[in-house]
């Protein structure tokens, strides 16, 4: 699989880095099914979070036992230094590791939430400083995530950045333009970017849910593979995390492992055709609780 430096972690990434949501409910075998092909397709560098049902439970010792290989990421939507503090400190022992690569506020939706979570973003600064974790990022999906992670960059020593790159978002004008505005600051600074949504359609409305994904993810090979090509071939972002359900899996390793940029008419096609999508946004009304 093709690797990206992931900004100023200097970390040569895949740029499928394998999305630990995808373990919330699975079984034992189920996990170990998808992390072995996760890591023999080149996999190296995993997204986790205690907020992922069972995940680190599930994951923790295929973690361990690939340590040396992996880039661990972790993350906490925790709002108090001393709670952020103990579920790093659990997170850790759950995966075998002793630091994080890592560590990230999670869920930061917009500039209120920003506000909400600085002291704990400060924790988790300490955090680095201590040697827990060797990097410190944002995460976050919704319409004011781009805009709050552009303000967090400025207030606060960030590494990375995560936030949502897929074809029915990106034809929202607003977010596109508080996406270029945040792309643009983390070229000058060097910030590692990562996409998530990559294979999001709709949201799941009175449809039943096919998947454990809280959005409907197109399914199919084909638009499997475009929404991977448009996220890698979106200019400043250096890796995608993979989608919340194993099923998926496969064909999202496949289309990285093949990944070619999506050329200017592709693009184009796709945003035309995008912008009928109903979004998966704002995500209160549209997430599982």
């Excluded at 996999?43 to 340590?67: C, F, K, Q, S, T």
Aim: charged share 20%; net charge negative; glycine share 8%.
């Amino acid at each position: 699989m093709p690797t990206r430096r992931l900004g100023r972690t200097g970390h040569q990434s895949s740029i499928a880095i394998l999305g630990g949501a995808a373990f919330w409910g699975s079984s034992a075998t189920e996990t170990e099914t998808a992390f072995r092909l996760a890591i023999e397709s080149g996999v190296n560098h995993i997204d986790i979070a205690p907020a992922y049902g069972n995940a680190e439970l599930a994951a923790g010792a295929l973690v361990a036992e690939h340590r040396g290989l992996l880039f661990v990421a972790e993350k906490s939507g925790r709002t108090s230094p001393d709670g952020l503090r103990a579920q790093l400190e659990i997170s850790l022992a759950r995966l075998g590791c002793d630091h994080f690569d890592l560590y990230q506020a999670h869920g930061v939706t917009d500039l209120t939430e920003l506000d909400r979570r600085s002291d704990a973003i400060e924790a988790i600064l300490r955090a680095r400083d201590e040697g827990l974790t060797r990097f410190v990022g944002i995460t976050g999906h919704d319409h004011g995530t781009p805009a709050a992670q552009l303000a967090a960059l400025r207030r606060f020593d960030l590494d990375t950045v995560m936030f949502p790159v897929y074809p029915g978002v990106m034809s929202n004008t607003a977010y596109a333009y508080d996406v270029a505005a945040l792309l643009d600051e983390c070229t000058r600074r060097d910030t590692g970017v990562m996409a998530i949504k990559a294979v999001a359609h709709r949201p799941w409305g009175d449809r039943p849910k096919a998947f454990g994904t809280w959005y409907e993810p197109f399914s199919d090979a084909a638009s499997i593979k475009r929404g991977v090509r448009f996220a890698l071939s979106t200019d400043g972002v250096h890796a995608i995390c993979t989608p919340g359900d194993v099923a998926l899996l496969p064909d999202v390793l496949a289309a990285a492992t093949t990944f070619e940029p999506m050329t200017q008419a592709e693009r184009a096609a796709t945003m035309t055709e995008a912008a009928d999508w109903p979004t998966v946004f704002p995500l209160a009304e549209h997430a599982r609780g």
